[in-house]
């Protein structure tokens, strides 16, 4: 018999090395840059097109594996993951590492559709939290570490190292995966469409989504504004700005496990209420807090956000995934992975938008700031919104 704890080691690394294929390229383009001798408008494809590619397929994977066998599609993702990962590390030209990242997101997008789906077929109903916390864990850690990882990677040894050293952790997944997870059934396909108009009818299920993207909407705030607050406002070197910038993800890394545990004692909605509510009072505290209240002013509202965070994603993926009929669960995950990357993609550029129009053309801290405060009060906006939808939905698992 299978064991759920080495089921859940394969999980935890299918949803750690696509969460590292983000972060730890982003470290790298300055590199590429003067290695293709390219514009930084070229090396940002390395990103864009790994990115893009996980968001057009992730939906379309997730039902392919609801259809032809979860476990099946999860192998074969890993393993076109691995193998293109490979491929970017050895890639001669910036036109063929581009087309290995977007090879690279075809295997991602598999795992990050199927793992959380892998949840409801390998752990006890009781135990979802806890899972569910744990693989938020692994996505934050994989976060955390890519940057710090990439940096030293491509100091010792250049900048195919960020690619090569990932193989490694793509075999060891491979194998796992294989020889742990259940094996599905292959199912019809026609229900898709009859699936997608009932999600449509599912109220939880809707305000589940509706939260999710506009969380990570939020979060992306954080990215996007924290950089320009901390240096314009209170003066920090890029070296600091990347250690403060990286409390947030450590905090929520150390969030997850034990933020699962009180999901599956309190329940998901409440805890999804509770996580809602913290990054609300977070984003508040960030927007008005004095610019003489320094570093500290800005990391414990920050860590007030990320953790709140982390409960709100635990207790939301439980609350979204608990009560999903198996046949579906492919489909719905995807669904899921597709409105946090929506959130993130949108967010980027909405609340960039929002802190550029505000803030000018950023000359002085007093601009900085004022662009800081109106940004994150949208922010705290967009996430009581979703709170409301959230406590107007009634409805809690799909109509069969």
């Not at 840059?33 to 968001?55: C, G, M």
Request: glycine fraction near 12%; charged fraction near 10%.
């Amino acid at each position: 018999m299978r064991s759920p704890a080495a089921a859940l080691t394969a999980l935890s690394l299918s949803m750690l090395l696509p969460s590292l294929g983000i972060s730890i390229a982003n470290v790298a383009l300055p590199t590429l840059s003067t290695a293709f001798d390219a514009s930084f408008s070229a090396v940002q494809w390395v990103v864009v097109a790994y990115l893009l590619t996980i968001t057009v397929l992730v939906v379309v994977l997730g039902r392919l594996g609801d259809v032809f066998g979860r476990r099946r599609l999860l192998v074969g993702g890993i393993g076109v993951f691995t193998a293109a990962t490979l491929l970017c590390g050895l890639a001669p030209t910036l036109p063929l590492l581009v087309a290995g990242r977007a090879l690279q997101g075809v295997g991602a997008a598999c795992m990050m559709a199927l793992t959380v789906a892998f949840v409801g077929e390998t752990v006890p109903k009781d135990r979802t939290g806890r899972a569910m916390g744990l693989l938020g864990t692994m996505s934050a850690i994989g976060t955390a570490t890519g940057p710090a990882l990439g940096g030293v990677l491509i100091a010792v040894a250049g900048w195919p190292a960020i690619f090569l050293a990932v193989v490694p952790l793509g075999v060891v997944a491979l194998v796992l995966a294989h020889r742990v997870l259940p094996a599905s059934p292959p199912r019809k396909a026609e229900r898709t469409g009859a699936v997608l108009r009932e999600v449509v009818r599912d109220r939880a299920l809707v305000a589940g989504l509706t939260a999710s993207a506009l969380v990570s909407a939020v979060m992306m705030t954080t990215l996007v504004v924290g950089p320009f607050h901390l240096s314009g406002v209170l003066g920090l070197t890029p070296a600091l700005v990347g250690l403060v910038m990286s409390a947030g993800p450590a905090v929520s890394a150390l969030t997850g496990v034990p933020a699962g545990r009180a999901t599956d004692r309190f329940g998901s909605r409440t805890m999804v209420v509770a996580g809602l509510s913290g990054i609300i009072g977070g984003a508040l505290v960030l927007a008005f807090v004095p610019p003489s209240f320094g570093v500290a002013g800005y990391v414990l509202p920050l860590v007030v956000v990320t953790a709140s965070y982390a409960v709100f994603q635990a207790a939301n993926n439980t609350g979204v995934m608990k009560d999903v009929p198996a046949r579906d669960r492919g489909l719905v995950s995807g669904m899921l992975t597709l409105s946090r990357n929506f959130g993130l993609m949108t967010g980027a550029s909405l609340m960039g938008a929002v802190f550029a129009f505000v803030a000018g053309d950023v000359t002085s801290a007093a601009e900085a700031a004022r662009g800081t405060r109106w940004t994150f009060v949208v922010a705290a906006g967009l996430v009581a919104i979703g709170l409301a939808v959230v406590l107007r939905s009634r409805s809690r698992m799909l109509v069969a």
